[in-house]
């Protein structure tokens, strides 16, 4: 028997039922598609790929996680733009971007990990906990079938809020899975049966950490770089359990307050919001090129580098860069 908050089904039917056929794990699909202003293009099959929204309507509208406290109507969209032209520009000299059309009503559609979790050519679409996203969720749809994806719905029941609570290792092996503060946990053994991958399950405990990403990040290394605190303890001790001492990046309070875990990972390349000098330091020691992008306009949102951006290319392509 499996231990508490880990999943395995290892069916092949359940893994294959979801993939388009003909289509091969590992592809995006690679039907022609049409972009928003009518060119046609392909997605890259050999390329890191991700989604970004662009951040015309974003703003602080309303509160739903600690960060937007106070923030509601303070934020500069001229400096979120060029906070964001900037993460685009550094991104695009790793990776294919793909940009999703931003949509009146939904000032959060800019931070398009919490679109869903894409792996061999499926999404599996967020199903939000709030109201004040669920908005989001038929514009994402459209963009994802246009864009050939299977499109799998987590029902409204169960909550689920995509990458931005779940997150694959770099093999692509296992996926570290979020609850307590957005996703439900029931969303878990969903995912593992769709998919037939291990799902191991993170209690979120801090209110100021209410998405994995924010506190977590697999490395392509095989490192981990997370913020304990954020955690319960049996999940601090899974942690533990599958990353040896020396794959383990421990982020101080300090560093975590700035998101540093937030951070998007194209095999040797990390871009992060800006972090201490320390772990900035023991990145590069480890072999890492340390992009930092200031995204304070973002963390009023309770926003940094990964939640701007969904990853659309598979693990093995993602991390091959």
């Avoid at 931070?111 to 939000?128: C, I, M």
């Avoid at 593992?192 to 990040?217: A, I, K, Q």
Wanted: with cysteine; net charge negative; aromatic share 10%.
């Amino acid at each position: 028997m499996l231990p508490a908050g880990v999943y395995f089904y290892a069916s092949n039917t359940a893994y294959s039922f979801m993939l388009t056929p003909g289509r091969n794990r590992g592809t995006l699909a690679q039907e022609t598609l049409m972009s928003s202003n009518g060119s046609l293009h392909r997605p890259s099959v050999d390329r890191p790929t991700f989604l970004m929204c662009p951040p015309t309507l974003y703003d602080v509208n309303y509160v739903i996680n600690p960060w937007m406290a106070g923030n509601v109507k303070r934020s500069s969209r001229e400096r979120a733009a060029s906070q964001w032209n900037q993460l685009h520009g550094a991104l695009e000299k790793v990776a294919e971007v793909r940009l999703v059309d931003p949509q009146p009503g939904s000032p959060d559609m800019v931070f398009t990990a919490n679109a869903g979790l894409v792996f061999a050519g499926t999404v599996a679409l967020s199903s939000f906990f709030h109201a004040e996203r669920q908005g989001e969720e038929p514009h994402f749809r459209d963009w994802f079938q246009q864009s050939g994806f299977t499109v799998h719905d987590v029902p409204r029941v169960t909550p689920f809020e995509g990458e931005g609570d779940a997150l694959f290792e770099a093999d692509g092996s296992r996926l570290w899975a979020g609850h307590g503060l957005r996703s439900g946990e029931t969303s878990h053994g969903q995912l593992n049966r769709m998919w037939g991958v291990e799902v191991l399950s993170l209690r979120l405990v801090d209110p100021r950490f209410y998405h994995l990403d924010t506190c977590f990040c697999p490395l392509a290394q095989g490192e981990a770089m997370y913020y304990p605190a954020a955690f319960d303890d049996a999940s601090r001790r899974r942690i533990e359990m599958h990353f040896s001492p020396s794959k383990r990046i421990v982020v101080g309070e300090a560093d975590a307050l700035k998101f540093a875990c937030n951070a998007v990972n194209v095999g040797r390349t990390i871009l992060v919001n800006a972090i201490s000098a320390q772990l900035s330091g023991e990145l590069r020691a480890r072999g890492y090129e340390v992009i930092e992008v200031d995204l304070t306009e973002f963390l009023k949102a309770g926003g940094a580098a990964k939640c701007l951006v969904l990853r659309l290319s598979e693990m093995d392509v993602t991390h091959g860069a």
